[in-house]
């Protein structure tokens, strides 16, 4: 691996951790959220599996797919991205305590803009996809419109 491509690596690997506090924080304010923590909270609840693990469980499903319809999504980064951000939630879930009363909408404000940031970092780093991303590009791509 040349050093470029560690760099995009470590983007990436930052943009998942960004991500996994994000959801933390989501889940922390308890009003909503994006749709993959919001079915993964699901996943959570009817198998009363722990969030990160139905987290990465979801994205693991949504690399298959994406291996399946176009493998050129497919990057080191793709098996990284999961794997930190799921990390990252059941590391940070022992320190992110529920919020209640007005607190919970800085909380949720908070969340927002660590995701979009992890969205833009991983966007940027160019060691593949995130899975949800590598699943939506590749049934793009065999859809074509």
């Given at each position: 691996?040349n050093?470029s491509?560690v760099k995009s690596?470590?983007i990436?690997?930052?943009?998942a951790?960004l991500?996994?506090?994000?959801?933390?924080?989501?889940l922390?304010?308890?009003?909503g959220?994006?749709a993959?923590?919001?079915?993964s909270?699901?996943?959570?609840?009817?198998?009363?599996?722990?969030?990160s693990?139905?987290?990465y469980?979801?994205?693991?499903i949504?690399?298959?797919?994406?291996?399946?319809?176009?493998?050129?999504q497919?990057g080191?980064?793709?098996?990284?991205?999961p794997a930190?951000?799921?990390?990252?939630?059941?590391?940070g879930s022992a320190?992110?305590?529920?919020t209640?009363?007005?607190?919970?909408?800085?909380?949720?404000?908070?969340g927002?803009?660590?995701?979009s940031?992890a969205?833009a970092?991983?966007s940027?780093?160019v060691c593949?996809?995130?899975p949800n991303?590598?699943?939506?590009f590749?049934i793009?791509?065999k859809?074509?419109?």
């Open positions: 691996m050093k491509y690596l470590l990436n690997a930052l943009g951790v991500l996994g506090l994000g959801c933390l924080l989501y922390s304010a308890d009003i959220s994006d993959m923590t919001t079915f909270q699901g996943l959570s609840i009817i198998t009363s599996l722990s969030f693990i139905c987290y469980g979801l994205n693991v949504m690399m298959i797919i994406a291996i399946i319809m176009d493998k050129k497919i080191w980064g793709t098996i990284i991205f930190v951000a799921a990390i990252t939630i059941q590391l320190y992110i305590p529920l209640t009363g007005w607190l919970r909408y800085p909380i949720f404000f908070l927002l803009i660590l995701i940031f969205v970092l991983a940027k780093a593949g996809k995130n991303d590598a699943m939506n590749a793009m791509e859809v074509k419109k």
